[in-house]
Every structure is written in C-alpha cells, then in structure tokens.
C-alpha cells in the first residue's frame, strides 16, 4: 500500500435533494483502496450533467458506489490496492469513477485510470474521463460511425458535444450539428463541425435535408429526446442509427415505426455509470489504443469553459443548468490545478 494513507479530506456532499444550495463543503473520512484499486490525490474533477441530477434525488448512484458527485478527475496515484498492476505511485492519471470525484481523495478502479496525456493540463485532463469515455462507446462502437459517414450531434456545445465534434472529424466523418445560439454554432464549426445549426432560428430537419440531397444522416447522436427523436427518424438515411444518452425534453416519445421499417433503422441507447467495472476497463482499453494518440499528438483537447474551486461546486452547478457554457466546467482541488485554472 505504500506509505501512511491520510486520514480525513475534503470533499463537497449532497446535503438533501434540492438545488445547487444543498451541494456542501465538508470533511469525512478518506477512502482506502481495494483489492483491483488505486487511491488518487485528486487534482480536478469534472462537472457534468449527471451530477446535478444527483443532486436533484433523480439519478442515485450505483449499488457500492460513493455517494458524493463527481464522475470523472485527474490525480496522482498515491496507493495501490491488492492484486493491480501497471500503476505505481506517483503515476499522473485522469479516471472514470461512479462517484466521488468531488474530494480530495477517490479510489478508482485502476483498470478504469488512463495515463494524462502528455500535452493536457491536470484541469484539462480532469475533463476527459466522462465525455471520451460516453462519446466512444456510442458514437463509435454502438453508433459504428465509419470515415465517409454523417453524423447528427444535438446539444453540440455541450462536453459532449464538442468531444463528439472532434473525434468524429479526426475519424473521417462529416459533422452535423444543433446548438442554441450563433455564438455556440461559431464555436462548434471552429471545432469542425461541417455545419451547426441554431435550433432556435433555423429547422434543423430542413438544414440536412437541404443539405444531404435528401439523403439524412448515417448516425444521430441524441440527448434530447421528447420530440426530437421522431424528427431525427425524419432525416436519417437508409440503415441509419439513433443512439439516444440523455433525454432532456423527455424519455417517453410518440413515433410512427414505419420510417423505422422502411430505412431499416436501428434505434438503441445506453447509459454509462452502471456498468460493470470490466466494461468500463474494455472502453478504457480501446480509448488508450484509439484516442490517446490522438489526444498526445495535440490534435484534439477537451474544452474547458470555466473552473471553480471545490468549495463553489453550487456556482459550477448553477452555470451548468443554466446551459451558458461551451465546452466542460472543472473543480479545481489540488495546487496543481489550481495553478493551472490561474
């Protein structure tokens, strides 16, 4: 295990189900880990929208998961659990966890732990885990979006979003997407989208149909839901994908199923922080092999839109639903990070 493990953090607790007032500064015991884990000093943690449904009482963690919020972080390895291998302390990572990241310290799964990659800041890589890791599974392995292919991102601003943008392009694909203001497309073509559109000014259905021939899109990524998924059927091609991951305007939809038939669609979705630590290790694997290169040579890089301390998770949360940002919103814990987010 290493050296003396410390005894108490600092961390940020959901105090009773509310808004971003109930999310408080506290202390608690450090965690120790187990067999198959590594204990992180944790550098940043990322905030993302699962979060503040946490924080509302609608998405309870997993079964043997933390209770604090915080599903991804960046750290250094400070103890190693029984039975793992290729981590040693002192090791930089960013990881995927099911809960916790809001603290000082977090115990990961190591097979769930990447290395940082060599260009990204501690606060940048902080903000890797969740997104990569939700964008490569469905995108790409659910999705099975292939260079030459179209793809339909909704909510193209978001961390998701801007991740999805540039993956999708550095694979080889053209790139639709929606986002809420001109502000917001302007910055989803500078990441490469081929064509964003404001959902607020402009029918995005017409936009790619207009745009493909008629022909629509090979893949939809979709965190909307509600009505949205009968207009994206509208304008898939033949063959097509839906992958739906959030439902922002509602999960039960009215569809007619004959398009669906007709186009030989396949409608499929799937959620992250449940699955099994093996599955998350599989997607790791493939992310070390497939992005990491790509993340190393500087030729994409998670957008970071603000940081806050730990202590001011409320104000993070607060920015987050108020859907202003472009990009990832980062708690800054450790000194390292915090002389980054200077």
Same mark, same amino acid.
């Given at each position: ?6 005894? %108490? ?19 608690? &015991? ?28 609608? +998405? ?26 290729? $981590? ?11 809960? !916790? ?17 060599? &260009? ?15 964008? $490569? ?15 339909? /991102?909704?909510?193209? %601003? ?5 991740? #999805? ?7 080889? #694909? @053209? ?5 809420? %203001? ?27 149909? #207009? ?16 009505? +949205? /998924?009968?207009?994206?059927?509208? /304008? ?14 509602? *999960? ?13 669609? @396949?409608?499929?979705? %799937?959620?992250?922080? #449940? ?16 992005? $990491? ?6 030729? /994409? ?32 814990? !450790?000194?390292? *990070? @915090?002389?980054?987010?200077?």
């Amino acid at each position: 295990m290493g050296l003396a493990l410390p005894d %108490s953090m600092r961390c940020v607790e959901i105090s009773q189900p509310g808004g971003p007032e109930v999310l408080r500064p506290t202390r608690r &015991p450090a965690p120790v880990p187990g067999p198959g884990e590594i204990l992180v000093e944790v550098a940043a943690a990322g905030v993302n929208r699962p979060d503040t449904l946490q924080r509302q009482g609608r +998405y309870d963690p997993p079964p043997g998961a933390s209770d604090l919020p915080g599903l991804e972080l960046s750290g250094t390895v400070i103890a190693i659990g029984e039975g793992v291998e290729g $981590w040693a302390s002192g090791d930089r990572v960013c990881a995927l966890v099911a809960g !916790g990241g809001y603290a000082e310290y977090c115990v990961v799964p190591a097979v769930q732990a990447l290395p940082v990659p060599g &260009p990204l800041s501690m606060v940048e890589a902080a903000a890797v885990p969740e997104t990569f890791f939700t964008v $490569w599974t469905n995108v790409f392995e659910r999705g099975a979006l292939k260079p030459g292919e179209t793809l339909l /991102i909704h909510g193209g %601003s978001s961390g998701i979003g801007t991740t #999805a943008i540039q993956l999708a392009k550095a694979f080889g #694909a @053209t790139v639709f997407t929606t986002a809420g %203001s001109d502000d917001k497309c302007r910055a989803c073509e500078e990441l490469g989208a081929d064509r964003a559109i404001n959902y607020k000014t402009e029918d995005f259905v017409a936009v790619i149909r #207009a745009a493909t021939g008629g022909r629509g899109v090979d893949v939809v990524l979709d965190m909307v839901g509600g009505d +949205y /998924i009968a207009r994206d059927v509208e /304008i898939m091609a033949p063959d097509g994908r839906h992958v739906s991951i959030a439902f922002l305007q509602g *999960a039960k939809v009215s569809l007619n199923m004959a398009p669906v038939m007709t186009k030989r669609l @396949t409608l499929t979705g %799937s959620t992250l922080r #449940a699955r099994p630590v093996a599955e998350k290790g599989r997607i790791a694997a493939a992310l070390r092999e497939k992005v $990491w290169p790509l993340l190393e040579a500087g030729r /994409i890089k998670p957008q970071i839109h603000a940081t806050f301390p730990l202590e001011q998770a409320d104000e993070a949360h607060r920015l987050m639903e108020s859907s202003a940002h472009i990009g990832k919103i980062v708690l800054t814990v !450790g000194p390292e *990070a @915090t002389q980054d987010a200077a």
